[in-house]
């Protein structure tokens, strides 16, 4: 006599939050409207699923209401009041986002019939924004504000008054679950045999993370009030890079010993910069080998059997140490900062002791902001 056991598969999640430094945007995020702005606080991500009944526990960790943004504005009022809005994709980013205004003991996120979401290859992304509005639809020509973006002045630092919220994430244990059964009703907390605190960032239960970066608090009068600076888009520094050749090919003995042979040119150019000023970037160089494998520079024979030959890199006159940063200081606004990487200290000995060929290596380049 058999008997036959029913058994359910979970499809494992794993749930991040990434909290982004805070600005002030005109129309944001999935926003069209140039009197809406809005700060946003960072993304949720979820990989794996299906996920039901997703929902944000307890909003009044978050910020259940308005959230008031302090500093000055052409109206005179020097505040607004801004709501805190769940932006979800639950059809994946490219298509339009549910939109939730937070308010209650608990949030549901998503507004689909089933109230569930499948995850594939697409992870489920919810977005967290501040907007001075609660209008839910994106596209409206004329939303009502608690005051228009263009009462904010450019490059004036604000602050979120009293605002250091958490939050937790929770999800249903089957899919005939509502979040009302799921949350206990108004209680806010996760009845255990109907739903579960997802563990976010490594962190389970309620209260469990952070909405927003610690380095966003940086008033020493206002230790709970994040600032932040309202910047126009069109005025922030930035930085494209250009290298003059794609690939170069020259003969070993052109840098051999004290040689140096030119394989490229780096060109950065700043945009919106102020003339005369100086501005940095850090410059990390790598190849296809990796650091854990060798500190050198290595060319890699086309064909197996021949050892590498290792070689020293030079940008400009400065030796390059592999996968460590150099600052490129002094760079002026435009496109005149130019900079040579050369290829030496080949020995000529390792070339003697190896076959005739082609050698080669990949250079990696990689820019970032100090």
């Given amino acids: 006599m058999l008997s036959s056991i029913p058994s359910l598969l979970f499809g494992a999640i794993t749930v991040t939050y990434t909290a982004v430094p805070l600005e002030l945007k005109t129309a944001p995020g999935p926003y069209t409207s140039t009197a809406v ?18 929902v944000w526990g307890n909003t009044t960790e978050v910020a259940s209401g308005t959230v008031k943004v302090k500093g000055p504005m052409s109206n005179g009022s020097n505040e607004a009041m801004f709501y805190l809005m769940s932006v979800a994709y639950p059809n994946g980013e490219s298509q339009p986002p549910t939109i939730k205004v937070f308010s209650g003991a608990f949030l549901s996120i998503v507004s689909l019939p089933q109230n569930w979401v499948t995850v594939s290859a697409d992870p489920f992304i919810v977005e ?15 939303p009502s504000t608690t005051c228009s973006a263009s009462d904010f002045q450019m490059n004036a630092a604000y602050t979120l008054e009293s605002f250091r919220p958490e939050f937790s994430f929770v999800t249903a244990n089957r899919p005939d679950r509502n979040a009302n059964s799921m949350m206990q009703g108004q209680t806010g907390n996760a009845n255990p045999s109907n739903g579960t605190y997802a563990i976010v960032n490594g962190n389970g239960g309620p209260d469990s993370t952070p909405i927003v970066e610690s380095t966003a608090y940086t008033d020493p009068d206002n230790p709970n009030s994040p600032v932040m600076t309202y910047v126009d888009p069109s005025q922030i520094v930035s930085y494209s890079v250009f290298l003059s050749e794609q690939t170069k090919t020259f003969n070993l003995s052109e840098a051999v ?33 990796p650091v854990s494998t060798s500190a050198e520079f290595r060319m890699l024979p086309e064909e197996s059997g021949p050892n590498p030959i290792p070689f020293k890199l030079y940008f400009d006159s400065t030796e390059v140490v592999k996968g460590e940063a150099i600052t490129w200081s002094s760079l002026q606004n435009g496109s005149s900062n130019t900079k040579t990487i050369r290829i030496g200290g080949i020995d000529q000995n390792v070339i003697d002791s190896l076959a005739s060929g082609t050698y080669s290596d990949t250079i990696n380049v990689e820019i970032q902001n100090l």
């Fill in 37 to 54: 702005i809005g700060i946003k606080l960072g993304t949720l991500r979820v990989d794996g699923g299906p996920i039901y009944t997703p």
């Fill in 128 to 142: 967290l924004w501040l907007l001075n509005t609660a209008d839910t639809n994106n596209n409206t020509n004329n």
């Fill in 257 to 289: 010993g004290t040689n140096r042979k030119d394989v490229n040119t780096m060109t950065i150019t700043v945009s919106n910069g102020i003339a005369g000023a100086n501005y940095s970037q850090k410059v990390i160089f790598t190849d296809l080998t």
